[in-house]
């Protein structure tokens, strides 16, 4: 059973930072790109950031390039993504993916499991 549990979210002032983590279980982390997206109330769920299996690409949603890092240890099975200089507009639930393929990936269809999300809140 592939389970992924993502944690580190809370409430952070403008200007801080967060590190989020994605522990993942039941599947051969090491083979598969894995993503970041996030929903703010009443929006879509977006894409934020992807990692390929190996590290070699990373894609930004332009939103996050700069201030935010996705990175994986695969020896852990756990996906990170660093944040930094937060903003009020990130504000939301961030999810990890796990994708269908070694390869990073932008769309949601890309990603077959999904953790249940951890809060991030940014004050002004």
């Known amino acids: 059973q592939v389970q992924l549990a993502e944690s580190g979210g809370g409430l952070v002032q403008a200007g801080g930072s967060l590190r989020l983590s994605c522990a993942t279980s039941?599947?051969?982390?090491?083979?598969?790109?894995m993503g970041w997206f996030r929903q703010a109330p009443g929006k879509h769920r977006e894409f934020v950031a992807a990692i390929s299996r190996s590290s070699v690409t990373t894609y930004y949603a332009d939103a996050v390039k700069g201030r935010f890092t996705p990175s994986r240890d695969n020896a852990k099975n756990t996906l990170y993504l660093q944040m930094n200089s937060l903003k009020p507009e990130d504000t939301a639930v961030y999810y990890c993916?796990?994708?269908?393929?070694?390869?990073?990936?932008?769309?949601?269809?890309?990603?077959?499991?999904w953790g249940q999300g951890t809060q991030v809140t940014v004050s002004s």
């Open positions: 993916g796990i994708g269908r393929t070694a390869a990073a990936g932008t769309e949601e269809g890309w990603y077959n499991y």
């Open positions: 039941g599947l051969s982390f090491s083979s598969y790109g």
